[in-house]
């Protein structure tokens, strides 16, 4: 059973840092592709950042500089490092995992909240 969860989230003041983790079992990150997503209030559900089994990193615009996926295969652990936080940046964070034969998966998400 592929299993995913989140930790990390919080409040945090414009302007500062959070780390995000995904805790994986059931499968290797290190032969998935990961994937972070976030959903704030009366909004779609947004793409923020994926790094796949090659290793190869993606990010939404409104991210891109500020926020850094990475994984760490000893740990079997995915994060994502947010610095520079915005109000616009409040929103549930989901982790998502894509292998090859387990197909697609969710964490439970993690709030992040950050006060203006």
């Known amino acids: 059973q592929v299993r995913l969860v989140e930790s990390g989230g919080g409040l945090v003041q414009p302007g500062g840092s959070l780390r995000l983790s995904c805790a994986a079992s059931?499968?290797?990150?290190?032969?998935?592709?990961m994937t972070w997503y976030r959903q704030a209030p009366g909004k779609e559900r947004e793409l923020v950042a994926t790094?796949?089994?090659?290793?190869?990193?993606n990010y939404a615009a409104s991210v891109k500089g500020r926020f850094t996926i990475s994984r760490d295969n000893a740990e079997n652990t995915v994060y994502l490092q947010m610095n520079s936080l915005k109000p616009d940046d409040t929103a549930v964070y989901y982790c998502?995992?894509?292998?090859?034969?387990?197909?697609?998966?969710w964490g439970q998400g993690t709030q992040v909240t950050v006060s203006s």
């Open positions: 998502n995992a894509m292998t090859r034969f387990q197909g697609s998966s």
């Open positions: 059931g499968f290797t990150v290190s032969s998935a592709a």
């Open positions: 790094i796949t089994s090659t290793t190869i990193t």
